[in-house]
């Protein structure tokens, strides 16, 4: 093995097709992110056979882009890794193609690598990591508590019965005239104005670590289309703020019921919605009054969103166990972590 360990990390599950160079799965050399936002923004969402045409295009020049810009070749990488699920299957197999590709004509282990895992993974370039530790995974298709016992072993604790919150976000930004991916606007909404509307807590005082964000994304529309009805104007900034607050909460508390359940060290915020300003304050105050103990690791801005170098990170554990996949590797739009 070369004596520094060099993986070139493909992601390309949904619309960002993304390519990195990871080094020792905690330094990035580069992390190259085509995003393909503008085409889907007229939809409202992604459009699958969309984001395949671009991943196609997208690909090799995001490819050569990251290598030069990390200054190697491909002699110089140790392994290729990439996402093979979950995500949208046609986006996949083109990630899965090119690095079975480059792994088969460069003769260099292909490390297969659960989207989700990288999500989480991104959090190793703050700080290493010590286990146990629980990580809130919250982006645009998923809402999950997961438990790590240790390195590369991942447990559900909790997850959304419906909606994700990511997904939540987008619906509402709809209805709030704001164009996709609504997550940051809302936010930026919700900072000037106040829960005015008192959107109900789902599952808040249940006995589980479940969530669910379809009632709520309901309510809101409800409220809008009820005062679109009688010709009432409400106030974009209250309606945001009063959602926001709403998942904040359940978010905050559903976390704090998981640390005292599973008592941690480390808590991780992962995934796009983990960019949010209102879940990052809720989550820090909560924690400082009722877990000092806990460190609150929240990736920087840049790697909460889908990107290559978090699958660099992840695939770092997966080579030293050396769970390496074969030519016949497949994309696996379903995968998942095991349910506790
Ligand atoms: N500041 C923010 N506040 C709330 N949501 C946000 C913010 N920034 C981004 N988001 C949301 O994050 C989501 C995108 O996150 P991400 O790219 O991780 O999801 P995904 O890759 O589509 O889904 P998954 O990772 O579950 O497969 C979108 O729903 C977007 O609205
Ligand atoms: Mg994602």
């Known amino acids: 093995m070369a004596a520094r360990e060099l993986i070139l990390a493909f992601e390309s599950s949904c619309d960002e097709t993304s390519v990195a160079v990871v080094e020792n799965?905690?330094?990035i050399l580069s992390n190259i992110i085509a995003t393909q936002i503008k085409s889907h923004q007229r939809f409202?969402?992604?459009v699958p056979e969309v984001a395949s045409r671009h991943h196609v295009e997208q690909i090799t020049l995001v490819t050569d882009a990251a290598l030069?810009?990390?200054g190697v070749t491909y002699t110089d990488l140790t392994a290729v890794a990439v996402t093979y699920g979950p995500g949208l299957v046609g986006a996949l197999l083109i990630g899965v193609t090119a690095a079975k590709t480059i792994a088969y004509a460069h003769h260099l282990p292909l490390i297969p690598v659960n989207h989700m895992a990288?999500?989480?993974?991104a959090a190793r370039f703050v700080k290493p990591l010590t286990y146990p530790l629980l990580a809130l995974a919250v982006s645009g298709g998923h809402t999950e508590l997961v438990y790590m016992k240790a390195a590369g072993e991942f447990e559900i604790i909790g997850d959304t019965r419906d909606d994700a919150a990511g997904e939540a976000y987008d619906k509402v930004g709809r209805i709030l005239g704001i164009p996709y991916p609504a997550g940051k606007e809302v936010d930026r909404l919700a900072h000037l104005g106040h829960d005015t509307f008192h959107f109900?807590?789902?599952?808040d005082k249940e006995d589980n670590l479940d969530f669910s964000f379809s009632g709520l994304k309901s309510a809101v529309i409800n409220t809008v289309h009820h005062a679109d009805q009688i010709g009432e104007t409400l106030s974009r900034e209250d309606?945001?703020?009063s959602f926001q607050a709403a998942v904040v909460d359940v978010l905050v508390h559903k976390t704090q019921k998981a640390l005292t359940n599973y008592p941690v060290k480390q808590l991780i915020v992962a995934g796009g919605v983990a960019a949010n300003?209102?879940?990052?304050?809720?989550?820090?105050?909560?924690?400082?009054?009722?877990?000092?103990?806990v460190d609150v690791i929240v990736p920087p801005l840049r790697l909460t969103g889908?990107?290559?170098?978090?699958?660099?990170?992840?695939a770092h554990i997966e080579l030293a166990k050396r769970h390496l996949a074969s030519e016949n590797l497949n994309a696996d739009p379903g995968l998942s972590f095991a349910h506790a």
């Open 25 to 27: 799965g905690n330094k």
């Open 44 to 46: 409202g969402g992604v």
């Open 68 to 70: 030069k810009e990390a």
């Open 118 to 121: 990288g999500h989480i993974y």
């Open 200 to 203: 109900p807590r789902a599952m």
């Open 239 to 241: 309606l945001a703020a």
């Open 277 to 293: 300003q209102g879940l990052k304050e809720a989550m820090n105050e909560a924690l400082a009054v009722h877990f000092p103990d």
């Open 306 to 314: 889908d990107n290559g170098a978090m699958i660099g990170a992840a």
